[in-house]
């Protein structure tokens, strides 16, 4: 099974020349634009659309790390290191707004 690092080095290898060049602000404007198409997929009802709208969301967001050298495996783990990084439980206990 491939995991998230393999994922963000593949986008690496596809995309890195073309998002260096394009810089951090311009790639988070299309993550950005990416989430957006996301909402309006999951708005609209429409499986399909939906999956490919999260595939381009992950691919921004991994192309951003690139970009700005985040290895998002590493902080993701780091950060939800088992639990939830507020309350240390599975599931998690926070009284948040709905
Ligand atoms: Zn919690």
Redesign the pocket.
């Known amino acids: 099974m491939a995991s998230l690092r393999e994922f963000q080095n593949l986008m690496a290898r596809i995309y890195l020349a073309k998002d260096s060049k394009r810089g951090p602000e311009g790639t988070y404007k299309w993550l950005k634009e990416e989430v957006d198409e996301l909402g309006e997929a999951m708005r609209e009802n429409d499986k399909e659309a939906l999956e490919d709208e999260f595939a381009d969301v992950i691919a921004w967001l991994a192309s951003l790390a690139n970009v700005l050298e985040v290895d998002l495996e590493n902080v993701a783990f780091k950060k939800y290191n088992n639990c939830?990084p507020?309350?240390r439980?599975i599931p998690?206990?926070?009284q948040c707004k709905p």
């Open positions: 939830c507020k309350c439980s998690c206990q926070c």
